[in-house]
């Protein structure tokens, strides 16, 4: 099912309220929020799912020992995963970085740690590099902006990236 503007609109309102909720609740940890990068309309597809199940093994590695509560939630938006650590949010993210680009699909996961401000800690105030487009290697959000790939361009590079992930595991 094509998930519309709506509905994503609605489920990141919805994810913002879940956020604070939670930045409420454990005020001495750490909030890390976790989606999986779909492009185009489906966001939710057997490969999506997948790529989700993967996201979530490496969150527990990157997080092992710390985790206070770890809720998820499968929804026809997207796959969106909330974890509260006991840990500060610069160690947070450093874990949430070096999960991203240690694991074989880390690029198609968006772990972001949300700052007490309900705002997500940028990885360029972190001292890392902006995400890198799949396709070319140039900055993610030009890339996003300017439409260099078409949907179906990146829909298939990823299918390639999972593609040979999963038959090797």
Do not use: W
């Not at 179906?152 to 090797?168: K, W």
């Amino acid at each position: 099912m094509a998930a519309t503007l709506e509905m994503i609109l609605r489920s990141r309102d919805e994810r913002q309220r879940l956020q604070r909720e939670l930045l409420d609740l454990y005020p001495d940890h750490a909030l890390v929020v976790a989606t999986v990068v779909v492009p185009g309309a489906e966001k939710r597809t057997e490969t999506s799912l997948r790529i989700a199940t993967a996201m979530e093994s490496a969150l527990a590695s990157a997080y092992d020992g710390i985790i206070e509560r770890f809720d998820r939630r499968d929804l026809e938006t997207g796959y969106e995963a909330f974890l509260l650590v006991s840990c500060d949010g610069q160690e947070a993210k450093r874990r949430a970085v070096a999960a991203e680009e240690a694991h074989p699909l880390g690029r198609l996961f968006d772990i972001d740690v949300i700052g007490r401000d309900g705002v997500p800690m940028s990885r360029t105030a972190s001292g890392v590099s902006s995400r890198r487009c799949l396709i070319c290697g140039n900055d993610a959000r030009v890339c996003m902006r300017l439409r260099s790939h078409s949907v179906e361009e990146l829909t298939e590079h990823i299918q390639r990236m999972t593609d040979g992930y999963f038959r090797g595991v």
